[in-house]
């Protein structure tokens, strides 16, 4: 997929990284998710947050975006605390992908990408050229430029989720949060996604912070890797290649293992033990 859409926003700035977090504590219905979290998020980047189930992945993500406040703690942006931004000034300067969008009945692919355009609308600036290439190039980069005219009712879960990756896309902001954007995808699509997403990054200088599930497409697509344990605690980041390890996987996920080179990309891949009879895998 090639990128060609322009970033409207301000440049990012030289001194600390632009999306930072201090001494989070996070709840998530009554319930404390995380307590004292500090991330710095480089910027640039192509970073993956990993972890298992119900450990605060998605929680962190929406804290970073705004989407939920933290009982404690900071998320700062661009230098200051991302609180202190009006929802507009947020979304003009970083966009998420939630795990699970509602789309107003009836409305078509089209019609819900460009809503992605709404945070650079104004009273004296409405629809414009630069709106609808934009809404354009974002539909072709994920491939639903042909399904425009279609309801989004009337769309399978994987396309559903393009066009949600569209919609995102469309605010063209430089940093783009994503939860678990390959859900309902076939594993083609989600190489695609995640190719786009490498693009993005490699091509335009994007930040790229995902959620990811699968081990593997952490290490293959991840500059900076995130690793989250049950608690919400941070157990480990950096390089997939000097985080990944057979005793970290084994500790955070239960699972006995080997980490060997994926022979395509040379990044670190996790095989599982061995099955023995019985159903239990060799350590």
Known sequence: MTV????????PTTGPARLRAEGLTLSYDRRTVAESLGL?????????????????KSTLLKALARMIRPTAGT?????????SYRSREVARRLGLLPQSSSAPNGITVGDLVARGRYPHQRFLRQWSTEDEQAVAEA?????????ADRPVDDLSGGQRQRVWL????????????????????????????LDL??????????????VLHDLNQACRYATHLVVMRAGGEIVAEGAPAAVVTAELVEDVFGLA???????????????????????????
Do not use: K, W
């Open 4 to 11: 060609t859409s322009e970033i409207s926003e301000a440049p």
């Open 139 to 147: 539909m072709r980069q994920t491939g639903v430029l042909e399904l």
């Open 166 to 193: 569209a919609m995102v896309l469309a605010q063209q902001t430089s940093i783009l949060l994503l939860d678990e954007p390959t859900t309902f995808l076939d594993i083609s699509h989600q190489f695609d996604v």
């Open 257 to 283: 293992c080997r980490v060997v080179e994926d022979p395509e990309s040379g990044t670190p891949m996790v095989v599982r033990a061995a099955r023995r009879p019985g159903g239990r895998s060799t350590g």
């Open 40 to 56: 710095t998020i480089p910027d640039h980047s192509f970073t993956v947050i990993i972890g298992p189930n119900a450990c605060g």
């Open 197 to 210: 997403c490498a693009d993005l990054h490699e091509q335009r200088g994007h930040t790229v912070v995902a």
């Open 75 to 83: 998320v700062y942006l661009d230098g200051a605390a991302i609180a």
